[in-house]
T-cell receptor, first 110, second 113 residues
Framework: GQQVMQIPQYQHVQEGEDFTTYCNSS?????IQWYKQRPGGHPVFLIQLVKSGEVKKQKRLTFQFGEAKKNSSLHITATQTTDVGTYFC??????????FGGGTRLMVKP | DAGITQSPRHKVTETGTPVTLRCHQT?????MYWYRQDPGHGLRLIHYSYGVKDTDKGEVSDGYSVSRSKTEDFLLTLESATSSQTSVYFCATAGLADVHEQYFGPGTRLTVT
């Protein structure tokens, strides 16, 4: 079945440094979604990308969908302590189901 | 956040006992999902529903069953709990919008001793 791999598993950064997490799918995706889960919380939807090569920005967050629709990345510029949490990518298919990556846990040192 | 509640929020049970987790939504969303979350595995789909009485298996369905008799309720049952089913269980819902985002409930922490 479809597999979605995400790296790195953990990332420690100093506040103000940039952060990137990468997502790779074993199959071509119809869309990719990104979620954030704060410690002790539940996943919260951030964004969906649908088009090949699509780039979307939300303030300091930049999301990219690869040309082949098999990979994606999330980049955070100048991290803040409020960015702490685990970031998940999730590959979507036509059946309204998502396959989640293992997540990248971001820790920010003030 | 969408109106999704899960009950119980925490449960400790013994191996071999049946356990039912409940997910309740007030958004009238068509799709409902049960995931389990374990360290290093992200979120794995157990079962999902695409309408009342319409359910299907996910990636890790062995040992679990579900039922959906009303739009707002989706039940997950562990017929005979095992220690490998110790996990955090999340329910999620999704509507019919073009952006098929999923809304997650607060989770249930289940410990099987």
């Amino acid at each position: 079945g479809q597999q979605v791999m995400q790296i790195p598993q953990y990332q420690h950064v100093q506040e103000g440094e940039d952060f990137t997490t990468y997502c790779n799918s074993s199959t071509t995706l119809s869309n990719i979604q990104w979620y954030k889960q704060r410690p002790g919380g539940h996943p919260v939807f951030l964004i969906q990308l649908v088009k090949s090569g699509e780039v979307k920005k939300q303030k300091r967050l930049t999301f990219q969908f690869g040309e082949a629709k098999k990979n994606s990345s999330l980049h955070i510029t100048a991290t803040q302590t409020t960015d702490v949490g685990t970031y998940f990518c999730a590959g979507g298919n036509a059946g309204n189901m998502l396959t989640f990556g293992g997540g990248t846990r971001l820790m920010v040192k003030p | 956040d969408a109106g999704i509640t899960q009950s119980p929020r925490h449960k400790v049970t013994e191996t071999g006992t049946p356990v039912t987790l409940r997910c309740h939504q007030t958004e009238n969303h068509r799709y409902m999902y049960w995931y389990r979350q374990d360290p290093g595995h992200g979120l794995r789909l157990i079962h999902y529903s695409y309408g009342v009485k319409d359910t299907d298996k996910g990636e890790v369905s062995d040992g679990y069953s579900v039922s959906r008799s009303k739009t707002e309720d989706f039940l997950l049952t562990l017929e005979s709990a095992t220690s490998s089913q110790t996990s955090v269980y999340f329910c999620a819902t999704a509507g019919l919008a073009d952006v098929h985002e999923q809304y997650f409930g607060p989770g249930t922490r289940l410990t099987v001793t």
